[in-house]
């Protein structure tokens, strides 16, 4: 079993990491955002997802970007997490995704994840993309 990138890192190696990956996915002014508006309630979140979700999982070299693109929308499709969809579906464009390979994993995900879930994610898509969808 291969270990994660991460392994052996030091938590602020593995921060440093993932601060990179996270800039380069959601770009660097969602992130500058993002993190300017932490708080003390916040911070240790931050600091937690920057590490582990970015650090770790984002840097592991088993799946290249796009593919953990197509995972994430469908993930996100799934359990209806709206909020997140946005900034992700930008962030597959970034990715390498085209906006008709968007399209169809959000149809695809009609099939598993259920028509609703399919509605509201060409919804969102649309307002994302505008005309270029």
Request: proline share 2%; glycine share 6%.
């Amino acid at each position: 079993m291969s270990r994660p990138q991460g392994s052996g890192l030091s938590d602020e190696e593995r921060y440093d990491q993932g601060m990179a990956v996270r800039r380069e996915v959601l770009s660097a002014e969602h992130v500058d955002r993002a993190t300017a508006n932490q708080t003390e309630l916040s911070a240790d979140f931050q600091d937690f997802i920057t590490r582990v979700a970015w650090g770790d999982v984002w840097s592991r070299p088993g799946l290249d970007r796009r593919a953990r693109s197509v995972a994430v929308l469908s993930s996100l499709i799934a359990h209806g997490h709206h909020e997140e969809l946005a900034m992700h579906l930008r962030a597959a464009i970034r990715n390498g995704l085209t906006v008709d390979e968007i399209r169809e994993v959000i149809l695809q995900s009609a099939i598993y994840s259920g028509v609703p879930a399919a509605n509201t994610a060409f919804r969102i898509a649309n307002e994302v993309f505008g005309d270029d969808a």
